[in-house]
């Protein structure tokens, strides 16, 4: 039941009823808090209501607490970005924190608007088509000291996947912040240095949300027996087709995330790609609709045939991507779920059965997407609550294809000469993509014609280029402007030339190839002014007509598809669960750390050491898997390998290059966790294990930290959840692990709006420096040796005390398995030898009487 409560001067509204027996006490709880401690007393005017309201509360598991967001309000509207979180242990607030103003002073509109037209707001954001504006409740705004009257709207681009968050003033219509809720992920990284400006490739790895309302949560009384299943699939922790073939799988489910299996929605029983978490299908026409998706038939049979080669047709593969597709997504629900990302965290269902929160919101996942290449995206959409009515805008994740590599001896195929006759055989050069217009749409054939102006930066002569192919010059303007202009005069497809180069590149759709709707490649210099050589000698006819043979379904790439949903998890967990990772507000976005992070963490394999260096995409960069990927650098603890800091984000392109360093600093402190409590790469088999309690600590700090997050921020939840569900147990670790690459102490963030003005730090508290110094006198106490460490093939256990006593030795890997054990007399000399194990950390016990030692022994 939904229940809109009043505000009073000090007062909490808890907005949904999310069946938490624990949300009345919750509410009293903070609301006795904020109004003995005064925080919210207004100092400008006592007669002003001011207030807080419940935005969501979560009960953390893994911190035995429940963590509780909180907005402030002003006269019962929000004050946007006046938020706070609450920690409640049992019956007490162990933790408050909050954004808010104790000084709102409102300025004074002599006319306030209810709504702006569709026209305006195109107008304001540069769209030319919007599909969607929703309102929320009106906000209060800061602007140059006082607060504002303003609408927050979700505006929908109707030619794109874009849904931007904007914040209006009321009166003015002044645009006053805005932020594209559809994040890119570019993968690409062809763009020319001298042509940077318009050469970028705007490659999207975020969805378009859709609008999905719903006035009540969803609940089912008695639950429906998951259907039988089966999956042909690349199974976790297979990365991609380059790291391991297909299996067959059955029932793969977690019956306590997804109660009734993956095709069953408490109302509806599907038997194709489609159920509670997730809708998966293709969508190369980018309809932005759910498209063709495999059925099973009434057995749910998913086993339909694959291929990955220079000549494999991924047209013919499509319903193997599909089920991929959906056997990751529900994946990724099924594992973070136990982890904490449950409905109550606002997680991606369409039934919650009876669990709390909001649903109505499983991800719809279009495989083949036709609105780019060479990437892929994730848009997290929201759960709000509206004048007392739940709205949903249920996430979105769009799936490219990737080029294949091409070679001057076997280029991509993207356009072909008809005549004159003495060209037709002339060998294909070299070619780019758009990622605008009809990705795969039919071939075109028309005569070339030069553009004039031959940039197209303005627009040519109406009607000059009509049922013409024109070419263009690659300088002056953005991509998309220039094809666009070409179509509005008539032009059925589009050649973009680069004068300075031979190497093309992929064109970005800028702010206008969201109107394109005609095909367009790109090609290098000596292609073109061949062309136009042969355009003073008379006609020539030619058909861009694309070949996508050896092209790879970014759906088969297990990390890339982890890496998306990461986009949501992240954004759902932070704050008011969208727009608080926003670079618009911090340029520290960590974002695609946490999404890198992820797809690491799930494709861990057996075996796996921190001597590891693991790349990111070389799956469909067609990279070996020892490959760099589309990273700086690899993902490795070794500062050989990987030697960023934080100080680097003062230079790393945002707000990719960040993310990476954050996923860096995450990546070693996993390996820390792994080197106290042991490795296992299944993250469910023990929650014990390192990778488990780095794994679940993240997730906790995501849900800790404020809105609008910077490097500090995040490292700081990260120790608040060690703080608050461990007794600081690991507290020394973590800020080690930290301080190891720059983040220490006295790091500081800056302003968050400014991207160049983080200072590193490699400093730890004080205590943690004693401990150390504890930690060092242990070892220098001890009586064993072991060398050579690092070994190859043996080592040697050396007594210095040389006690006359039975020395008992044993060996475990990181997964804590047992792999040698040995007694022997106290003065043998008999080496051990390690022929035959994997390289990595091993820890060697050492026992003499009632002494043990233990010591970490690398074996390469």
Aim: hydrophobic share 35%; aromatic share 10%; with cysteine.
């Amino acid at each position: 039941m939904n229940k809109k409560l009043s505000l009073l001067p000090i007062s909490v509204a808890f907005l949904f009823g999310f069946a938490n027996v624990n949300a009345q006490n919750s509410t009293k709880l903070i609301q006795d808090y904020y109004q003995k401690n005064g925080q919210l007393t207004q100092k400008s005017n006592a007669n002003d209501k001011i207030g807080v309201v419940i935005l969501n509360e979560d009960a953390s598991k893994s911190l035995g607490a429940h963590i509780v967001n909180v907005q402030q309000t002003y006269n019962g509207l929000k004050v946007y970005n006046a938020l706070g979180k609450v920690i409640i242990k049992g019956d007490q607030i162990v933790s408050e924190k909050n954004d808010f103003n104790r000084n709102v002073i409102v300025a004074n509109q002599k006319k306030v608007q209810d709504r702006f037209s569709e026209g305006f707001l195109m107008q304001k954001l540069g769209l030319s088509k919007i599909s969607e504006a929703d309102y929320s409740s009106d906000v209060y705004f800061e602007k140059n000291g006082v607060y504002v009257l303003s609408k927050e709207i979700f505006v929908s681009d109707g030619n794109s996947s874009d849904v931007w968050h904007v914040i209006v003033d009321a009166g003015s219509g002044e645009v006053l912040t805005k932020d594209n809720m559809t994040l890119d992920c570019n993968f690409e990284n062809s763009s020319d240095s001298h042509e940077k400006h318009h050469e970028k490739l705007d490659s999207p790895w975020n969805p378009q949300p859709t609008d999905i309302k719903v006035n009540a949560q969803s609940t089912t009384a008695s639950l429906l027996l998951p259907s039988n299943a089966s999956y042909n699939i690349f199974p976790l922790p297979i990365e991609a087709p380059t790291f391991g073939g297909r299996t067959i799988i059955n029932n793969p489910w977690d019956l306590v995330a997804s109660p009734e299996g993956w095709h069953s929605d408490g109302t509806n029983s599907y038997t194709n790609t489609r159920g509670n978490n997730v809708y998966a299908y293709s969508d190369q026409d980018n309809a932005n609709t759910p498209g063709y998706s495999p059925d099973g038939g009434s057995t749910r049979n998913f086993d339909f045939p694959f291929a990955d080669d220079r000549f494999a047709n991924p047209f013919a593969y499509r319903d193997a991507a599909v089920t991929n597709l959906f056997y990751m997504n529900n994946k990724m629900h099924d594992i973070f779920y136990k982890f904490g990302f449950t409905e109550t965290a606002r997680n991606f269902q369409t039934n919650n059965f009876a669990n709390g929160g909001i649903g109505g919101d499983a991800v719809r996942a279009e495989a083949f997407d036709g609105s780019g290449l060479n990437n892929a995206n994730f848009s997290s959409g929201y759960e709000r609550v509206v004048s007392g009515q739940i709205q949903v805008l249920a996430p979105r994740m769009q799936m490219y294809l990737y080029d294949r590599t091409q070679t001057a001896d076997d280029p991509i195929l993207r356009y072909q000469y008809n005549s004159p006759a003495t060209i037709i055989n002339r060998p294909k050069a070299l070619t780019a993509g758009a990622s605008f217009g009809p990705i795969f749409g039919p071939p075109v054939t028309g005569d070339l014609v030069i553009s004039s102006p031959a940039d197209a930066c303005t627009a040519p002569a109406a009607g000059s280029l009509t049922n013409k192919i024109a070419l263009i010059t690659s300088t002056g303007c953005e991509y998309g402007l220039k094809v666009l202009n070409a179509e509005n005069a008539g032009a059925i497809g589009v050649i973009v030339y680069r004068p300075a180069a031979d190497a093309p590149v992929g064109m970005g759709a800028g702010n206008s190839g969201g109107q394109v709707s005609i095909p367009s490649i790109n090609i290098g210099k000596a292609e073109g002014e061949f062309m136009i050589a042969q355009l003073n000698n008379g006609p020539v006819n030619v058909t861009l007509n694309f070949d996508y043979s050896g092209f790879k379904h970014s759906s088969f790439d297990n990390g890339i598809i982890a890496h998306e949903y990461g986009h949501g998890i992240s954004n759902r967990l932070t704050g008011q669960g969208y727009s608080c990772l926003s670079t618009t507000n911090t340029t520290e976005q960590m974002g695609e750390g946490w999404s890198d992070y992820f797809a690491l963490m799930i494709t861990t394999r057996p075996g796996d050491t921190s001597a590891l260096a693991r790349g990111v995409g070389t799956y469909p960069k067609g990279q070996p898997i020892t490959g760099v990927g589309i990273r700086p650098a690899k993902y490795s603890p070794d500062f050989s390998v990987n030697d960023y800091t934080y100080a680097k984000t003062n230079t790393a392109v945002i707000p990719h290059g960040v993310g990476f360093i954050w996923a860096t600093m995450l990546w070693d402190l996993t390996w820390k966790y792994i080197e106290k409590y042991g490795y296992n790469s299944d993250v469910l088999a023990s929650t014990t294990s390192g990778n488990a309690k780095a794994l679940q600590i993240v997730i906790d700090g995501l849900k800790l930290q404020a809105c609008s997050p910077s490097f500090i921020d995040g490292r700081d939840a990260i120790l608040q959840a060690d703080a608050v569900g461990n007794a600081g147990a690991d507290k020394c670790m973590i800020w080690n692990a930290f301080a190891k690459r720059g983040l220490g102490v006295n790091a500081s963030a800056g302003s968050k709006t400014v991207s160049n003005d983080q200072v590193e730090d490699f400093t730890v508290p004080q205590e943690c420096n004693a401990s150390l110094e504890t930690k060092e006198l242990t070892v220098a106490d001890n009586r064993f040796v072991i060398f050579p460490n690092p070994t190859y093939d043996e080592f040697f256990v050396g007594n210095i005390d040389k006690s006359s006593k039975e020395v008992k030795i044993r060996m475990f890997d990181m997964s804590g398995k047992l792999v040698f054990t040995d007694s022997r007399e106290s003065a043998s000399k008999k080496a051990i030898s390690t022929r035959g194990f994997q390289k990595g950390v091993y820890m060697v016990h050492i026992q003499q009487g009632d002494k043990t030692q233990v010591e970490k022994l690398i074996v390469r």
